[in-house]
């Protein structure tokens, strides 16, 4: 039998639902966009990180905070 997994939203989500939830699974973490719940990608802690460091440096834009 399969653990369902505790899904998790920002409080900074609109109540509209279109939002990105997170969920642990195991040692890995698991995403899904609330729109489509069925659709899941997994990723390590560290992964995610990472890719939150790189978009709040705006790696992705090559902006940088002293460029704002």
Same mark, same amino acid.
């Given at each position: 039998?399969?653990? !369902?997994?505790?899904?998790?939203?920002?409080?900074?989500?609109? !109540?509209?639902?279109?939002?990105?939830?997170?969920?642990?699974?195991? !040692? $890995?973490? #698991?995403?899904?966009?609330? @729109?489509?719940?069925?659709?899941?990608?997994?990723?390590? !802690? $560290? $992964?995610?990180?990472?890719?939150?460091? #790189?978009?709040?440096? @705006?790696?992705?834009?090559?902006?940088?905070? #002293?460029?704002?």
């Amino acid at each position: 039998m399969t653990t !369902p997994m505790n899904w998790h939203k920002s409080s900074h989500s609109g !109540p509209e639902g279109d939002c990105v939830e997170i969920a642990t699974l195991g !040692p $890995a973490v #698991a995403l899904r966009e609330s @729109d489509d719940p069925g659709t899941v990608l997994t990723t390590t !802690p $560290a $992964a995610l990180d990472g890719l939150i460091r #790189a978009v709040k440096a @705006d790696v992705f834009t090559g902006r940088t905070e #002293a460029g704002r």
